[in-house]
């Protein structure tokens, strides 16, 4: 966890609060399903949660007013009023909430979109999922949603199915570090956090975050491929086959004569 804290707290330097959440998050759900205890864990937020308050606090003694005119500061103040600069700091929250208004329950049609017509900045990075709830609506919201929720489940079915400790939690990892990923990008454009600038796996335009999702799903399908090579190599030599295998078999054996 030390080391954990050390890597967040350069990456909040930088500064960058949305890689800093997914990768604090993703280590605790290692840490909980490497089996640690949930008192260990409590006691070290609540270590690491004074701490960020000491940070704060020190950091507003020895430069006041700058982190009140920090983004950061500036886009929780959007999250809680969005109205209060609508054209300033609120803007793209607007727009996407604009955007999934639009939408509907079936949507305005695949290529239909108007906000993407230079209404909502980025909306092929990270608001693209206001662009997807505006074409495909509330159902189409439904169905893609589900269809993250069945990569996820799957993700911790191959966890599960590792004989081995250390594929575990290398699966636990990857599918936690995608499911963060997703919710904190679907959670700022439909205004459930603030917005962190956090791509949507898999969907997102962007070269190198695809290519560490999709090396990070080849890892996840083969320590796949690996428990069932095990599972498949555990089954007893001489055992029976099975009703299928029995009735398929022919038996080429002479006939008795009578």
């Given at each position: 966890?030390?080391?954990v804290?050390?890597?967040?707290?350069?990456?909040?330097?930088?500064?960058?609060?949305?890689?800093a959440?997914?990768?604090?998050?993703?280590?605790?759900?290692?840490?909980?399903?490497?089996?640690?205890?949930?008192?260990?864990?409590?006691?070290?937020?609540?270590?690491?949660?004074?701490?960020v308050?000491?940070?704060?606090?020190?950091?507003?003694?020895?430069?006041?007013?700058?982190?009140?005119?920090?983004?950061?500061?500036?886009?929780?103040?959007?999250?809680?009023?969005?109205?209060?600069?609508?054209?300033?700091?609120?803007?793209?929250?607007?727009?996407?909430?604009?955007?999934?208004?639009?939408?509907?329950?079936?949507?305005?049609?695949?290529?239909?979109?108007?906000?993407?017509?230079?209404?909502?900045p980025?909306?092929?990075?990270?608001f693209?999922?206001?662009?997807?709830?505006?074409?495909?609506?509330?159902?189409?919201?439904?169905?893609?949603?589900?269809?993250?929720?069945?990569?996820?489940?799957?993700?911790?079915?191959?966890?599960?199915?590792?004989?081995?400790?250390?594929?575990?939690?290398?699966?636990?990892?990857?599918?936690?570090?995608?499911?963060?990923?997703?919710?904190?990008?679907?959670?700022?454009?439909?205004?459930?956090?603030?917005?962190?600038?956090?791509?949507?796996?898999?969907?997102?335009?962007?070269?190198?975050?695809?290519?560490?999702?999709?090396?990070?799903?080849?890892?996840?399908?083969?320590?796949?491929?690996?428990?069932?090579?095990?599972?498949?190599?555990?089954?007893?030599?001489?055992?029976?086959?099975?009703?299928?295998?029995?009735?398929?078999?022919?038996?080429?054996?002479?006939?008795?004569?009578?």
């Amino acid at each position: 966890m030390i080391i954990v804290g050390f890597v967040v707290g350069l990456i909040m330097l930088q500064p960058d609060f949305g890689s800093a959440m997914i990768l604090a998050a993703c280590a605790g759900v290692i840490v909980i399903a490497g089996g640690a205890n949930l008192k260990h864990i409590m006691n070290c937020l609540l270590v690491g949660l004074t701490g960020v308050i000491v940070v704060l606090g020190l950091h507003s003694l020895l430069s006041p007013g700058k982190l009140a005119d920090g983004y950061q500061f500036a886009r929780i103040q959007s999250w809680l009023d969005p109205f209060q600069d609508a054209q300033g700091t609120s803007y793209n929250l607007l727009q996407s909430l604009k955007a999934v208004a639009h939408g509907g329950w079936t949507g305005a049609g695949f290529g239909q979109s108007i906000q993407k017509l230079l209404y909502l900045p980025y909306p092929y990075n990270d608001f693209i999922f206001a662009i997807i709830a505006e074409e495909w609506g509330f159902i189409g919201t439904s169905i893609f949603l589900i269809v993250y929720l069945m990569f996820i489940w799957r993700g911790i079915i191959i966890a599960l199915r590792c004989p081995d400790t250390y594929g575990t939690l290398v699966s636990v990892g990857i599918i936690g570090i995608i499911a963060v990923q997703a919710f904190i990008n679907i959670g700022g454009v439909t205004r459930t956090i603030p917005i962190t600038g956090v791509t949507l796996p898999l969907i997102s335009y962007g070269g190198s975050s695809l290519l560490i999702t999709m090396a990070s799903i080849g890892i996840l399908l083969s320590v796949s491929r690996e428990a069932n090579r095990i599972s498949h190599d555990k089954k007893p030599v001489g055992s029976l086959p099975n009703s299928r295998e029995r009735t398929t078999k022919k038996d080429y054996r002479p006939l008795r004569s009578v």
